[in-house]
Nanobody, 119 residues
Framework: QVQLVESGGGLVQAGGSLRLSCAAS????????MGWFRQAPGKEREFVAH????????YYADSVKGRFTISRDNAKNTCYLEMNSLKPEDTAVYYC????????????WGQGTQVTVSS
């Protein structure tokens, strides 16, 4: 079992930055693939980024590539999403999630943190 708690959301002006954190409980955090997703009002949840257990493999949605950076600190059981050059269209609730393998579903989800980017 893995429990995830996001933090770091807030209100920021366009062009600004935020750093989201996802604190995980459980001894097996380091073995999980971690992902970030977001859901804007009236839209479906969409993939943002993921990172493998060793941090050697990361992948980003085209919409955030070059602006967002996913990272993790296995010693702290924490995953991060550094968001720069924020745009109003980045406004959404951001969720972190965990899955055991590349082929498995994201079985564990946090409660989400709101990010609002004003123009």
């Amino acid at each position: 079992q893995v429990q995830l708690v996001e933090s770091g959301g807030g209100l920021v002006q366009a062009g600004g930055s935020l750093r989201l954190s996802c604190a995980a409980s459980g001894r097996t955090f380091s073995s999980y693939i971690m992902g970030w997703f977001r859901q804007a009002p009236g839209k479906e949840r969409e993939f943002v980024a993921h990172i493998n257990w060793s941090s050697l493999v990361t992948y980003y949605a085209d919409s955030v590539k070059g602006r967002f950076t996913i990272s993790r600190d296995n010693a702290k059981n924490t995953c991060y999403l550094e968001m720069n050059s924020l745009k109003p269209e980045d406004t959404a609730v951001y969720y972190c999630a965990a899955r055991a393998t590349q082929l498995s579903r994201y079985d564990y989800w946090g409660q989400g943190t709101q990010v609002t980017v004003s123009s």
